[in-house]
């Protein structure tokens, strides 16, 4: 962006003060001037002519700027064009110190103006990263010279049209229209619940940082503040303010539907090479040991089929080909499927969960229990199906929980953070030397498997990866069996 030459940036502060333009709202007007020379240069028109308004108005429209905020522009274009050659050769000559004067509601100003009410609302930030305007009360006039471009006239514009007050709060607006858009758009994009908790957690400390500023007035230079904020004095990790920035992403874009632009002054930040956390297998069998039950099974198949927590407790009866050995899990990460096989050292212990797990539904049919949770909309189109056995979860919750709007019973699943306090209980047991959490047990499948010399195509499957890059990570876990000397595979 251009900048304007100083002696017309003082004199036309000097002409702010003269028009009695309230004090807080001049870096506005400079800052419309500003755009309005970077415009004119851009698109080869001449300042103060009597086309470049109107085009410099219209390019405001098409970025979406608020008809105010544009109204407001044209008003600081105006005043700048009642300055001439003489006044600024006069301001370069004197070099007259500009003595800001109090506006008062009694003060009039000496040349021909027309008073104007007009808001000042955050500008959408496309024309250049600057702070946005500072909202100022409906009592305080601004007004607008009624000079000529050009021997053009300008004619008074009529007051636009106001937003109602409640609609400009800055701080204390109600944000529930928000949460609830949030809600409506992940669940649209059929997102898990786990996203819609991050991004509403995130949503409610934004909230807290503008102190409820009202939603249509939140800007781009707002979230520069806030990861700021995060980077600076929370000193969050990289992957903590990079969630938040995408949390913030969907919210503009689906949510407040307004366009994010590009975050310029503060660098995302990027996470560093990460090296899992692995277990040998005389590690494995050791938390395997200090386990107690419900936990054994569900640890012992994160580590048999290398799964995620999410997807080893969201098993149905279902999902088990106990003739082939083979597991099927659904709605992985990404909504992918995908089949592993079973270990067969544990199919014991899978027949006899299942068994267990026969006999509590049994018990929940006797007792008039509405059976289980299903995904999605299915229990309305299936009315019956989550007393079907098998829809049954494989690793039930010991209670059920009770919806007040139906008035019914159902049973959910073990929740995860049972499953993980019973893994660090054990693993603190142990006193293994390493950090280890439920994901390490994933892990330490994909290494083992490429340690026994399975192909990274396969492992790639089986742990449900998108890109093979994601698989390769687990090529530092395990140490390297190169060898030295290249050979021909036709001399093997």
Avoid at 72 to 88: E, F, K
Avoid at 140 to 154: F, K, R, T, Y
Avoid at 177 to 204: C, F, H, M, N, Q
Wanted: net charge positive; hydrophobic share 40%.
């Amino acid at each position: 962006m251009i900048s304007i030459p100083q002696e017309i940036q003082t004199i036309y502060g000097a002409l702010l003060v003269q028009q009695n333009v309230p004090l807080q709202h001049h870096a506005s007007y400079k800052k419309w001037l500003r755009y309005y020379w970077d415009f004119c240069h851009k698109h080869h028109f001449a300042t103060k002519k009597a086309e470049s308004l109107p085009a410099f108005i219209d390019k405001l429209r098409s970025k979406r700027q608020p008809e105010v905020l544009c109204e407001q522009a044209r008003q600081a274009v105006l005043l700048y064009c009642t300055l001439d050659a003489g006044t600024i050769q006069s301001q370069k000559s004197t070099k007259a110190q500009v003595v800001p004067v109090v506006n008062t509601p009694d003060h009039n100003s000496h040349l021909p103006i027309t008073e104007h009410e007009l808001y000042s609302f955050p500008i959408n930030e496309e024309l250049d990263n600057v702070k946005p305007a500072q909202h100022y009360s409906k009592n305080q006039a601004l007004h607008s010279p009624g000079e000529i471009i050009d021997n053009v006239p300008s004619t008074n514009v009529a007051e636009p049209h106001m937003p109602d007050a409640a609609a400009l709060k800055e701080r204390g607006a109600n944000w529930q229209g928000i949460y609830d858009g949030l809600v409506a758009e992940i669940k649209l994009r059929k997102y898990s619940p786990k996203t819609l908790t991050s991004y509403r957690a995130w949503v409610r400390k934004f909230q807290t940082f503008l102190k409820s500023k009202d939603s249509s007035l939140v800007t781009q230079q707002d979230v520069i503040d806030f990861l700021t904020h995060l980077a600076v004095d929370k000193k969050v990790a990289a992957s903590t303010q990079n969630q938040a920035f995408n949390a913030l992403l969907f919210l503009f874009r689906h949510v407040i539907k307004k366009d994010f632009g590009e975050i310029k002054g503060v660098p995302r930040a990027k996470r560093r090479p990460y090296v899992p956390v692995v277990l040998s297998r005389p590690e494995v069998d050791k938390v395997f040991a200090q386990l107690r039950d419900p936990f054994v099974l569900p640890t012992q198949l994160l580590y048999g089929c290398g799964l995620r927590i999410s997807e080893c407790l969201n098993l149905r009866l279902q999902d088990f080909n106990l003739d082939e050995k083979l597991l099927t899990v659904h709605n992985g990460k990404g909504k992918k499927d995908r089949v592993v096989p079973l270990p067969h050292s544990i199919m014991l212990e899978i027949q006899q969960q299942i068994e267990v797990v026969s006999a509590l539904f049994d018990n929940d049919i006797a007792a008039g229990y509405a059976g289980v949770f299903l995904p999605d909309s299915l229990g309305e189109k299936f009315k019956n199906a989550g007393k079907d056995f098998s829809w049954q979860w494989f690793f039930p919750a010991k209670t059920l929980t009770f919806l007040s709007a139906t008035k019914e019973y159902k049973r959910y699943h073990l929740h995860d953070t049972q499953l993980q306090k019973g893994i660090r209980a054990a693993v603190k047991r142990t006193r293994l030397l390493k950090r280890v959490s439920a994901h390490t047990f994933r892990h330490s499948f994909a290494s083992h498997l490429l340690q026994a010399n399975y192909d990274i195509r396969t492992i790639q499957a089986l742990m449900g990866h998108s890109d093979v890059r994601t698989t390769m990570i687990y090529m530092q876990t395990v140490p390297s069996l190169t060898l030295k000397e290249a050979k021909s595979p036709l001399d093997f």
